[in-house]
């Protein structure tokens, strides 16, 4: 019998969080761990599953490239519109992440992570690599569609540039393919989201299979390179940053931590630094930082100050080349050096984005070191936090250091706000969703002053 099948309203589907996948990788890394060491060679075949993911990676390393490298050269072009204020905070952004890597670099050659894994024999046959080995010519691609399914990193890199500077040039004209490259971008990144899915089993497969080649080694040179990695970070958030804040405007690296410290549990809980994106706002406005500065400095420096990220990719560099007996050059280190400082930016905040710019990186300048992605992927979760952290605190950093440098800082409200003479006020927050850069704007909220009279809060 025909009639209406009437379908009623159930509850919105609950997203999955992210954290139960940290915890899918940790007991997959343990169970790796465990195989690796009971079945010991018979172990090693597993690591096929790690390769396979690292593929999959890869198969989203050109489409990433392109579209990050487009539309971050049209973020360029919208911040330098805005005048002194976007200047500036391109140009410190560009040199402190350059920074970082450079730092990421010298303690990666002073520690050698990795090299305990070349001792214990876990060297890789270097495989032929392709293209004519002239960089000039290898760089230029057969069309511009054949650079995105080359799997030439190098060649996508260069089209994006072309593309990115011709869609600058359009001017309001080339706004609508803008647009439609950020849209490309949601979808790439909405399947690479759904590749992160399966990390667990390729870091099972990836750990597992050194595990059982290496032994114990393995575990002790994966634990050396987190451990150090952490450390760096803290000691770039505490002494470089630090002295940076302190020698700039006088004020204390720890009193701006504690004052942010419940944005530090947040992320620590999302190993995720977007998560307290529009809290950070609403606190730098509160400390005193006009609105102007803190609605450019913090979206733009969401994709551009990314220096947690930036030791990550150059310190894992590292570590994978000792770790697969065939250490970077000096010319190779300064080569993915340069090619990171492009290729990092723009993919904040997006699950696996560091994954495939470490990937794209190795691939354009030591292909025969990409497998070796496979066994960051087993502790690139437990990293995740030390990355997250970082990043906020260059944002939270650099949103007060250009704000003094315009002199756009109340520093009387400051001190009253470090003095906790004038505490942050958690009610303040009346909207907790926030706009991620390269997306069309989320609707303004308000923001209730200590006088009671509502303004715009700027979206991020």
């Known amino acids: 019998m025909a009639g209406t099948v009437t379908i009623p309203e159930g509850k919105p589907k609950r997203k999955v969080g992210t954290h139960w996948l940290y915890i899918a990788v940790i007991v997959a890394v343990v169970l790796g761990i465990a195989v690796g060491l009971i079945f010991k060679k018979d172990a090693a075949g597993l690591a096929t599953i790690g390769t396979a993911f690292v593929n999959l990676i890869k198969m989203m390393i050109g489409p990433i490239i392109f579209c990050t490298i487009v539309l971050g050269i049209g973020s360029i072009r919208k911040a330098s519109q ?5 200047g500036i905070a391109l140009l410190y952004f560009v040199v402190m992440s350059t920074f970082a890597l450079v730092l990421g ?6 520690i050698h992570p990795g090299d305990s894994l070349q001792a ?4 890789y046959e270097v495989p032929k690599t392709p293209g004519s080995g002239n960089f000039l010519l290898d760089i230029i691609p057969t069309s511009l569609l054949s650079s995105l399914t080359s799997g030439s990193v190098l060649q996508a890199l260069f089209v994006a540039l072309i593309v990115g500077f011709a869609l600058q040039a359009m001017g309001k004209k080339g706004e609508p393919i803008l ?4 849209s490309i971008q949601k979808l790439v990144f909405k ?25 114990w080694s393995a575990i002790a040179a994966l634990g050396m390179l987190v451990g150090v990695f952490y450390a760096t970070c803290l000691v770039f958030v505490v002494v470089i940053l630090g002295a940076l804040l302190k020698f700039t405007t006088g004020h204390s690296i720890f009193s701006l931590m504690y004052y942010l410290r419940q944005e530090y549990l947040l992320i620590v809980a999302t190993s995720s630094s977007e998560t307290a994106l529009p809290r950070l706002i609403a606190k730098m406005e509160h400390l005193g930082v006009s609105r102007p500065v803190v609605g450019i400095v913090v979206p733009t420096g969401y994709s551009f100050n990314l220096d947690g990220t930036a030791m990550y990719l150059t310190m894992a560099s590292l570590f994978i080349g000792n770790a697969l007996g065939t250490p ?10 340069l090619f990171m400082i492009i290729a990092s930016k723009g993919a904040a905040g997006v699950t696996g984005a560091g994954l495939a710019t470490l990937g794209g990186g190795l691939a354009s300048h030591r292909p025969d070191l990409v497998p070796g992605v496979g066994l960051i992927v087993a502790i690139d979760r437990f990293m995740s936090e030390a990355r997250a952290l970082t990043n906020f605190s260059g944002n939270a950093v650099a949103t007060l250091i250009i704000g003094h440098w315009v002199r756009e800082v109340d520093n009387d409200q400051v001190k009253r706000v470090f003095s906790r003479q ?3 006020d958690d009610t303040d927050m009346l909207d907790e969703h926030h706009h991620v850069p390269g997306t069309q704007e989320a609707p303004k909220k308000v923001l209730v002053t200590d006088e009671s009279t509502p303004r715009p809060h700027a979206a991020v």
């Open 191 to 215: 399947i690479l989201a759904g590749i992160m899915w399966l990390a667990p089993i390729g870091a099972f497969g990836a750990i597992a299979g050194v595990v059982g080649n290496t032994g």
């Open 82 to 86: 805005v005048g002194k204020v976007g």
């Open 105 to 110: 670099l010298l303690v990666g050659n002073v």
């Open 120 to 123: 214990a024999g876990a060297a």
């Open 422 to 424: 004038d505490p942050f």
């Open 179 to 182: 647009n439609g490259i950020a």
């Open 328 to 337: 970077l050059s000096g010319s190779e280190q300064i080569s993915l050096l």
